[in-house]
């Protein structure tokens, strides 16, 4: 069973940095494109930075320049660098994985548990 956990989340002050990494576990042929989101307290999950298996990248607005995804493809590991970090960055940080092939096995989306980043001011 494929599996994705996050870790790297934490306290920072604004303008620090963090790395968040997103694995997967299992066996895995392929994923199409991994994305983060994010949801803040009281707010709906917004996507925030894409990879795609070709390595086309894509970002929200609000953390263009700032945030930057990648992808180990021999570690099946997905990181999101995050710099110049924002009070408004506060939010739980999700991985998700889109059409994860294992074995016989596809799924449609994965989702990790999540990792908090907290920015104080």
């Known amino acids: 069973q494929v599996q994705l956990v996050e870790s790297g989340g934490g306290l920072v002050q604004a303008g620090g940095s963090l790395n968040l990494s997103c694995a997967a576990s299992?066996?895995?042929?392929?994923?199409?494109?991994i994305n983060w989101y994010r949801q803040a307290a009281g707010k709906q999950r917004e996507l925030v930075a894409t990879?795609?298996?070709?390595?086309?990248?894509n970002y929200v607005d609000s953390v263009q320049g700032r945030f930057t995804i990648s992808r180990d493809f021999a570690k099946n590991t997905v990181y999101l660098q995050m710099n110049s970090l924002k009070p408004e960055d506060t939010a739980v940080y999700y991985c998700?994985?889109?059409?994860?092939?294992?074995?016989?096995?596809?799924?449609?989306?994965?989702w990790g548990q999540g990792t908090q980043v907290t920015v104080s001011s």
């Open positions: 299992g066996n895995i042929f392929s994923i199409n494109a």
């Open positions: 998700n994985a889109e059409k994860v092939l294992s074995g016989t096995t596809y799924y449609a989306e994965l």
């Open positions: 990879i795609t298996g070709g390595g086309s990248t």
